[in-house]
């Protein structure tokens, strides 16, 4: 007859040993605009307003609007970045309010993933219409130290059978080598009609 308790330490070793974290986690926020600090109040004749907003510990959202257009920074961003880039679309647009972050090995975050609508104008008509309206997952890179943080990279949510999974991608190979204000951020996988044309202003 065969034995057996020679498995059974090995099985407990196995058992014991802890099983290492995936380098690249995710977490999730809320993005409330109701209730962020003002750092520019709203402008009457653009409709324009700065905010911050909570995000992770250490990591606030910086949200803009002008134009019934919107723009997001994450992290710990300079205040020329802060004062001067906004990245948006064409088209009127509006960012979602489910932050995904993406941590690296470290379990700091380095990118986030946002759902953009965009409100695409119908030729038939000459107004935005929920039948062209447009869904694009915007990966951004988390500033660090040197203060830059900004688009990376874009996934048409609705052209792509698994976009938030394209998205993560993005996430965890372009935005930690990413270099904001040189780089350009491009649509990864495929792109159908609605999704609009971006738009990016950087300081000098």
């Given at each position: 007859m065969t034995s057996h308790t020679g498995t059974i330490p090995l099985i407990l070793l196995l058992a014991m040993t802890p099983v290492a974290a995936s380098a690249n986690d995710s977490t999730y926020t809320d993005l409330d605009t109701d209730h962020c600090k003002?750092?520019?109040?709203?402008?009457?004749?653009?409709?324009?307003?700065?905010?911050?907003?909570?995000?992770?510990?250490?990591?606030?959202?910086y949200f803009k609007e002008g134009d019934l257009?919107?723009?997001?920074?994450?992290?710990?961003?300079?205040?020329?970045?802060?004062?001067?880039?906004?990245?948006?679309?064409?088209?009127?647009?509006?960012?979602?309010r489910k932050i995904e972050w993406r941590l690296g090995a470290d379990g700091k975050p380095v990118a986030?993933?946002?759902?953009?609508?965009?409100?695409?104008?119908?030729?038939?008509?000459?107004?935005?219409?929920?039948?062209?309206?447009?869904?694009?997952?915007?990966?951004?890179?988390?500033?660090?130290?040197?203060?830059?943080?900004?688009?990376?990279?874009?996934?048409?949510?609705?052209?792509?059978?698994?976009?938030?999974?394209l998205a993560r991608q993005v996430a965890d190979t372009e935005a930690e080598t990413f270099a904001c204000g040189r780089d350009t951020a491009a649509f990864h996988g495929k792109r159908g009609p609605t999704a609009a044309e971006p738009t990016r202003v950087f300081p000098d």
């Open positions: 003002t750092l520019s109040p709203e402008d009457s004749e653009g409709g324009g307003i700065s905010l911050q907003c909570k995000g992770l510990p250490d990591y606030a959202v257009r919107q723009s997001i920074l994450y992290g710990p961003v300079s205040e020329a970045y802060i004062d001067g880039v906004f990245e948006s679309f064409g088209p009127f647009n509006n960012a979602g986030t993933i946002l759902r953009w609508f965009i409100e695409n104008i119908d030729p038939a008509t000459g107004e935005p219409s929920p039948k062209v309206r447009g869904q694009v997952l915007v990966v951004s890179k988390v500033a660090g130290g040197d203060g830059q943080g900004c688009v990376v990279g874009y996934v048409d949510a609705l052209a792509n059978p698994e976009p938030n999974s």
